[in-house]
């Protein structure tokens, strides 16, 4: 007989794949204010952890607005990308240039697509974009992009702009190669202007352009924030240049908080951070319910349905509030549930499901911050066997030992590595709360912060299990020497010091 445990699904932790037949995204998608805000065009730069939903929002906006396409750098990117230079111009207006020739492109293809399909015809400024993306060896389906590598290469060599006239091709020129580069881009993005305008499309068919894992090619240092703070100001730019066309961002929060150029303010506006409070990610899971079993039921009774008496919103607060976190707690706690055949989520079930997810996520935040802070793994040994409630002495004393070491081996990073910067950055990337111990405050808690006078931190719920912190108090007291040895450990990651839990790269030796 199936069960409603057999039948159950959360979906899969990637937007893209999530997105296909087997996936639950577009059946079980829940509308947001910042899916709103992107869609309409109200907000063209959306912030978000990695994990927070920003791929998710991007792929259904692309999958309901037909005049959309995406564009993703690719990995091989990366360095050309950083790379890229232009003489006579500053490296971030080259990188901006880059940006907008790949923008301009992209509503060129989608100009020639709408103008054939729309309208039963192509005028002839439309028909100059036609061939200057043959001229160029650029493909017409809107809807791809090239490497960016290629385009890079492409704005560096001397595009053929024949197709706008053979006067305009000559008499493109400059006194540095970024100036002739920059005059011949705009010659592109005059043409993509006057075929907008020839069309004289209502506002409906308008373009939407959405752009993500700008990560992809970010590698924190100064020639990654010229291509994100490039990209910035040639999405801003679109409105202006493009009437009609609409243009969105979605960037993380560890990348874009860091960055520092002087129009940052100029962007405010444009700005929607994506906050998820615990009683939104419990109806995201209601909705995977829904969509999982196909049951028209209210969500209460869709829970209980699901899960038994004692698991509740606690669910959710064992996790970073993020959907990919959920949905990978939730899928786990399925799994568990199916092993024991239950027939509803037990809370014995989210206990034991709890153990292999902590290791997880404790591994998962090292990952995702290594380019920031390759020196985490070190500092989040140094809570193992310890109680989930640290005084600020205890965590002076704790931390020390290790941020000697590490501005030994990390001498690029020193000015993260003492005590102050380390709890703030401890306390940025969740790990650590603040505030009463009935009552903490965590970095995703609206007004959060590290007061100066804070004496008392707490280890997030989701990553005691794994560190088995899982008492207020330490059992066991931690000498200075241990500790240091401890600091001095280089593979952390090969030995797998996180929690000691098979996950498949090994077993942790442990001194005593």
Known sequence: MTTVIDRLYFGRDEAELDATAEGLLRVGFLRTDAYEAAASGRKRLIIGRKGAGKSAICTMIHANVPASCVITPDDTSGHEARAFHLDGVTAAKAKEAVWRYVIAVQLAK????????????????????????????????????????????????????????????LEVGGPSEGIEAINRLEVVEDGVTAAIGVLKCPAAHGALVLIDQIESVWNNDSESDDVVTGLLMAAKQVPQRFPGVRCCVFLRTDIYDQLQFTER??????????????????????????????????????WDAVFEEGVGTDLVRRTLQRPRDVIQLANRCRDVAAQYDHIRIAPQDVSEALELFSAWKLQDLSDEYHVNYPFLPRVLSTFEDSGYLISRDRLTEQLEPVLECARDDFPAHARYLDVAAMI??????????????????YCYDRGARVKPSATAFMIHPCFRPALRATAPDSAVELEPEYLRRRALRRNLAATNVFGGIDTGVGRVHRED
Do not use: C
């Not at 809807?143 to 706008?164: C, G």
């Not at 969740?430 to 009552?439: D, I, K, R, Y």
């Open 424 to 441: 703030e950055i401890l306390f940025g990337i969740g790990f650590l709360g603040t505030g009463s111990p009935w009552a903490p405050m």
């Open 265 to 302: 303010d100029k962007l405010r506006g444009e700005e929607m951070r994506i906050d998820w409070t615990p009683w939104a990610l419990h109806d995201l899971l209601v909705q995977r319910i829904r969509a999982s079993l196909a049951a028209g039921l209210p969500a209460e009774q869709l």
């Open 110 to 169: 989608y100009l020639v697509t709408h103008a054939r399909d729309e309208h039963g015809e192509i005028p002839e400024p439309v028909d100059a974009l036609r061939r200057f993306l043959a001229a160029n060896g650029e493909a017409v389906d809107f809807r791809l992009h090239e490497k960016l590598w290629k385009v890079a290469k492409r704005l560096k060599s001397s595009l053929a702009l024949e197709a706008f006239g053979a006067k305009v091709a």
